[in-house]
Structures are given as structure tokens and as C-alpha cells.
Nanobody
Framework: QVQLVESGGGLVQTGGSLRLSCATS????????MGWFRQAPGKEREFVSA????????YYANSVKGRFTISRDIAKNTVDLQMSSLKPADTAVYYC?????????????????WGQGTQVTVSS
């Protein structure tokens, strides 16, 4: 099993920035990809961003493209999400996810390990 722990959430004003981090632990780390999803109250969990662990290719939801940046640290087995120009619509619980197998990185079904989530609140 791989354990994921998110950190870095909090309260920020519109236009502000936050950096989320996801630390991993557990068995030998053999990720195919890692991703970030978010879930607002009353809404389904939605894709935010993902990164292929080996090649480093990145993927973003249209709603965050140009404002969010995903990155990985191969030595530390961590993945970060730098969020800028935040909007109230970005308010949600953000989840880190991991998959060791080839999968659709845009779909939550493509991941088999999840963190507990970290709250991001953007005030207007």
C-alpha cells in the first residue's frame, strides 16, 4: 500500500496563492502517474491536474490551466500543486491520488490510492 498525505490547504483571498503538497510513504514507489482532484460541497469529485511520473508530462483541467502548476520531486516521491490567481470557485477539498498502472489520468477511476484531502477556501 501507498499512503498519501496532503498539506498546504487553507483560507486565502481571491487572487491569492497556495501551494499544496502530497507526501507519499509505504511500499516501493512505482507510480505511473499522480494527480490532484477536488470536490466542492454538493458536487462530484473533479479532475484538476496530473503528472506522469516517469516522463513528467502534465495535464490540467481547463478551469485551472494557466493558474495552477503541478510538479514532482522524484527523489522525495512528492507532488506539489502551485495554485495562483485563486477564485471562490476553486473552493473545495483537494485530494492527491496515485496510480501504479497505466490509466486515464483524467478520471478518478484511474487511481487506486487517495489521500484524506485538504481544504482550500477562497474568500471573495
Amino acid at each position: 500500500q501507498v499512503q498519501l498525505v496532503e498539506s498546504g490547504g487553507g483560507l486565502v483571498q481571491t487572487g491569492g496563492s497556495l501551494r499544496l503538497s502530497c507526501a507519499t510513504s509505504g511500499r516501493t514507489f512505482t507510480a505511473y502517474a499522480m494527480g490532484w482532484f477536488r470536490q466542492a460541497p454538493g458536487k462530484e469529485r473533479e479532475f484538476v491536474s496530473a503528472i506522469h511520473w516517469g516522463g513528467g508530462s502534465t495535464y490540467y483541467a481547463n478551469s485551472v490551466k494557466g493558474r495552477f502548476t503541478i510538479s514532482r520531486d522524484i527523489a522525495k516521491n512528492t507532488v506539489d500543486l502551485q495554485m495562483s490567481s485563486l477564485k471562490p470557485a476553486d473552493t473545495a477539498v483537494y485530494y492527491c491520488a496515485y496510480t501504479s498502472a497505466y490509466s486515464n489520468v483524467y478520471s478518478a477511476k484511474g487511481y487506486d490510492h487517495w489521500g484524506q484531502g485538504t481544504q482550500v477556501t477562497v474568500s471573495s
